[in-house]
């Protein structure tokens, strides 16, 4: 099984690489497969996207983001091994 994490991008840069927050922890992935700006030309800190290994998968939007996160939440008490994607190592 897969799980896609959804994080807020904060930074962009160098080249693809960016920083996004998931919990309150800042976490590094790559922005190659959505790009780094929009299809506006905008720059796409602020927006919300699907994270899986590293690699933003997919741009979604804040309610599907925030779903997401408070479904794995739930997950998380009854499965603990999820707080490893979903809270920063001091959190859990």
């Given at each position: 099984?897969?799980?896609?994490?959804?994080?807020?991008?904060?930074?962009?840069?160098?080249?693809?690489?960016?920083q996004?927050?998931?919990?309150?922890?800042?976490?590094d992935?790559?922005?190659?497969?959505?790009g780094?700006?929009?299809?506006?030309?905008?720059?796409?800190?602020?927006?919300?996207?699907?994270?899986?290994?590293?690699?933003?998968?997919?741009?979604?939007?804040?309610?599907?983001?925030?779903?997401?996160?408070?479904?794995?939440?739930?997950?998380?008490?009854?499965?603990?091994?999820?707080?490893?994607?979903?809270?920063?190592?001091?959190?859990?």
């Amino acid at each position: 099984m897969c799980i896609g994490i959804p994080g807020q991008i904060c930074e962009i840069g160098p080249g693809t690489r960016a920083q996004i927050e998931v919990s309150g922890a800042r976490r590094d992935i790559d922005l190659s497969l959505v790009g780094i700006h929009d299809e506006h030309g905008n720059a796409r800190v602020g927006q919300w996207v699907l994270v899986h290994v590293g690699f933003a998968m997919s741009v979604i939007d804040e309610h599907e983001a925030r779903e997401t996160l408070e479904a794995l939440h739930n997950m998380y008490d009854v499965e603990p091994d999820v707080g490893v994607l979903l809270f920063p190592e001091e959190h859990r």
